[in-house]
C-alpha cells in the first residue's frame, strides 16, 4: 500500500500562486506514475498534471498549460504542483494519486491505484 498526503492549499487571489505539495509512503518502490486532479463542487474530478517516476515525462490538461508545473524529488517521495496565475476557476479540492504500475494513458483516473484526501485551493477574484 502507498500512503498520499497533500499540503500547501490555501486561499489566494487571482493571478497569485500557490505549490501543492504530496508525500508518498509505505510501498513508495511500487510507484511508476503521480498526478493530480482537482474537483469543483458539482462537478467531476478532472485530470491536472502527470508525471512519471523514470524519465520524468509530465502530462498536463489544456487549462493549465502554461501556467502549472508538475515536479518529483525522489530521494522525499514527494511530488509538486507550483500553480501560477490562477484563475477563480482553478477553485477546487485537489487530489494527489499514484500509480503503482505502468500505466500508458495517465489522463484517466481509472490509471491510478492509491489517492491522498485531498486540499482545498480557493482563488477569488
Known amino acids: 500500500q502507498v500512503q498520499l498526503v497533500e499540503s500547501g492549499g490555501g486561499l489566494v487571489q487571482a493571478g497569485g500562486s500557490l505549490r501543492l505539495s504530496c508525500a508518498a509512503s509505505?510501498?513508495?518502490?511500487?510507484?511508476?506514475?503521480m498526478g493530480w486532479f482537482r474537483q469543483a463542487p458539482g462537478k467531476e474530478r478532472e485530470f491536472v498534471a502527470a508525471?512519471?517516476?523514470?524519465?520524468?515525462?509530465?502530462f498536463y490538461a489544456d487549462s493549465v498549460k502554461g501556467r502549472f508545473t508538475i515536479s518529483r524529488e525522489n530521494a522525499k517521495n514527494t511530488v509538486y504542483l507550483q500553480m501560477n496565475s490562477l484563475k477563480p476557476e482553478d477553485t477546487a479540492l485537489y487530489y494527489c494519486?499514484?500509480?503503482?504500475?505502468?500505466?500508458?494513458?495517465?489522463?484517466?483516473?481509472?490509471?491510478?491505484?492509491?489517492w491522498g484526501q485531498g486540499t482545498q485551493v480557493t482563488v477569488s477574484s
Open positions: 494519486a499514484a500509480s503503482r504500475e505502468y500505466r500508458y494513458n495517465l489522463y484517466r483516473r481509472e490509471s491510478y491505484d492509491y
Open positions: 509505505g510501498r513508495t518502490f511500487s510507484i511508476s506514475a
Open positions: 508525471i512519471r517516476w523514470v524519465g520524468s515525462n509530465t
